[in-house]
Each structure stands twice: as C-alpha cells, then as structure tokens.
T-cell receptor
Framework: AQSVTQLDSQVPVFEEAPVELRCNYS??????LFWYVQYPNQGLQLLLK??????LVESINGFEAEFNKSQTSFHLRKPSVHISDTAEYFC??????????FGAGTRLFVKA | DGGITQSPKYLFRKEGQNVTLSCEQN?????MYWYRQDPGQGLRLIYY???????QKGDIAEGYSVSREKKESFPLTVTSAQKNPTAFYLC?????????????FGPGTRLLVL
C-alpha cells in the first residue's frame, strides 16, 4: 500500500532563514509527487509537482523540491523564508487511478 | 474566472439532522472529490466521482452520501449516521484521464455540531 510520511508536524523558523520540510513515501512503482500549500481557512493550492525528468523542481515563489528515488523522498526547501510563507504544507503521492494520498501536513511558522 | 465554489463557509448541524454541503466547479473537469480534514490527520478521501452519474467510496465513506447528476456539481450529504462530523470539508476537481493531473480545491466548509 502507498503511504506518505511528513516527518515534522510543525516547523518554526525565523524570517530569512532556510527551511526544509521533509516527506518520505512508500511505493514500489513509479509515482507522481506533489507539494500543496494551505493558508489559514482556505483550500489547498498546488505548489510544485514532479512527474518525470529533472529531479529538481521549482515553484514560482522560491520553493524547490528534489525527488530522490533511492531514498524515496521528496523534501521541500526554501533558502530564505518570508512571513507570508506561514502556512500548512502537504506532500502527496499519486500512482495509477484517481486517488491521491496526502501526508498529515507540516505547519510552517515563520517568526519575525 | 474559473474555479471551485463551496457553500456555506460555516454549517451547524443539530443531533439527528442531515446536512448538505454544496460544491460547484466551472473548470469543465470530469473528476471531483470530497475530503475531510481533521487537525494532524491530513486529508482523508470520502467519495470521488470520475464521471457524471458515477461515484465511488473513498476511505471514510460511512455516514456520508453524494450524487453526481451534473458535471459541475458534486454535493455531499452528512447524514445522522456520521457520529463525529465536526471537521473541515474540502471539495476538489481534476481534469481526469491522465495520471499526473493537479487537483484544484475549493475554499472549504467548516461543519460544527450544536
């Protein structure tokens, strides 16, 4: 069975510091990987996704994630965070069919 | 402006009452989904529909029902059989037909029990 593990439930960090949100998945076959972001009392929005090709994918607001097949990881990073990055971040995995499996979420709290 | 709308934003349910959450999309997407979000548990799939007039149970379908009579609409009914309905409910849609398509989410409905 597929599963997604987000290793940290909360990550506090100071503004302009780097951050890494960790995600591991279990699957014996090829998968598609996603990071979604949820701002307070809103729905989720796609941040970035890995489908194939280059293992490093980037978003328009400075986040990046690297697909590591050997470690079955898809960690999300940003070299310098802003207050506005405070949100909950969800890692997700999709294989065949229509179901997407979401991790439990990591709450990023950026402090001034 | 294309997107997904959910209503109401907040909904209160009395004991023994059925309530219906609305979800509408104008993205011309084939697939639609309902998720329940509880703190620290991520998103759990309630029901999904790949095409009009067809839907399948997700991981936590007990106590819920859905219909898909129109492509753009996928309402969710929380029945009195659902003993712990307090949660944030999210509707999503995707184009369907491909493996990698993104899901687009509505703003959510928060259901509270009186």
């Amino acid at each position: 069975a597929q599963s997604v593990t987000q290793l940290d439930s909360q990550v506090p960090v100071f503004e302009e510091a780097p951050v890494e949100l960790r995600c591991n998945y279990s699957s014996s076959v090829s998968v598609y990987l996603f990071w979604y972001v949820q701002y307070p009392n809103q729905g989720l929005q796609l941040l970035l996704k890995y489908l194939s090709g280059s293992t490093l994918v980037e978003s328009i607001n400075g986040f990046e994630a690297e697909f590591n097949k050997s470690q079955t990881s898809f960690h999300l990073r940003k070299p310098s965070v802003h207050i506005s990055d405070t949100a909950e971040y969800f890692c997700a995995v999709k294989r065949n069919g229509f179901k997407t499996i979401f991790g439990a979420g990591t709450r990023l709290f950026v402090k001034a | 402006d294309g997107g997904i709308t959910q209503s109401p934003k907040y909904l209160f349910r009395k004991e023994g009452q059925n309530v219906t959450l609305s979800c509408e999309q104008n993205l011309n997407h084939d697939a639609m989904y309902w998720y329940r979000q509880d703190p620290g548990q991520g998103l759990r799939l309630i029901y999904y529909s790949q095409i009009v007039n067809d839907f399948q149970k997700g991981d936590i379908a007990e106590g819920y029902s859905v219909s898909r009579e129109k492509k753009e609409s996928f309402p969710l009914t929380v029945t009195s059989a659902q003993k712990n309905p307090t949660a944030f409910y999210l509707c999503a849609s995707s184009a369907g037909g491909t493996l990698e398509e993104t899901q687009y989410f509505g703003p959510g409905t928060r259901l509270l029990v009186l």
